[in-house]
């Protein structure tokens, strides 16, 4: 029967979903209004940026803008092509293991490996369902080759595909997917790996400019003054 208690139950529910769905549909339109001003305004906004950056970074931007376009494309390509890697691959194993309807279980798991942390709650979800059932070996099998494969993924192939040119390492890339995620939702999936890229590339500019200041900026035309002071001290 539906009593008082019940309908203000019912009627939070659908508070929240009402307003999960809100949002979503706000990130939606956000995202269409964007890259509708981006396709239509992008190289005018473009060459502001470069006029920017020359500014605030002269001996760098060019270098720095050559890595935005790279680092963009291969995080994308590459945290779209581990999902779906690491979504054929649970899904083969939930095959494998017996568990009902592997296929659709492989897609959601791919499509939960783009978020952090996604894929590991997918297969240990699974894998309690299995040894809940009864299937102890299967269970165990199933969260070993999972935690195999996620730790060969995140320590080879996510910091090769993730960020481009600058190669990033495994932390970098861990913050950049977490604190995306938690600061932008889903965009922040593809900014805050990018994001990193960029601080990254101008931390290792700057550690190479300490490291070698007399190679830097240094170009061929320009005299170097030091050098020819003592043969200026020979002459003379």
Do not use: C
Not at 2 to 16: P, T
Not at 20 to 43: A, K
Not at 71 to 78: A, Q
């Amino acid at each position: 029967m539906v009593s008082g208690a019940n309908i203000g139950n019912i009627y939070r529910i659908l508070l929240a979903a009402s307003e999960s769905l809100f949002h979503l549909v706000l990130m939606l339109l956000f995202m269409l209004i964007t890259l509708f001003f981006v396709f239509r305004d992008g190289s005018k906004f473009s060459q502001q940026l470069d006029l920017l950056g020359e500014y605030i970074l002269p001996n760098r931007w060019e270098r720095i803008s050559r890595v935005v376009p790279a680092t963009v494309s291969s995080t994308v390509t590459g945290m779209t092509l581990i999902a779906m890697g690491e979504g054929i691959v649970l899904g083969t194993a939930y095959w494998l293991a017996g568990v009902p309807s592997p296929v659709t279980l492989g897609l959601l798991t791919g499509i939960m490996a783009l978020v952090p942390g996604g894929a590991p709650v997918s297969f240990t979800l699974v894998s309690i369902y299995l040894i809940g059932k009864g299937s102890y070996f299967a269970g165990i099998a199933l969260l070993a080759w999972g935690t195999t494969e996620l730790f060969i993924v995140d320590k080879t192939l996510r910091p090769r595909l993730v960020g481009g040119p600058i190669k990033l390492p495994f932390l970098p890339t861990f913050f950049g997917l977490v604190g995306g995620v938690k600061t932008m939702g889903f965009l922040g999936l593809f900014i805050g790996p990018v994001l990193m890229a960029l601080i990254v590339s101008i931390w290792r500019e700057w550690i190479h400019e300490f490291e070698f200041p007399q190679v830097i900026y240094k170009t061929p035309l320009e005299p170097n003054a030091e050098a020819l002071e003592p043969e200026r001290s020979t002459i003379e």
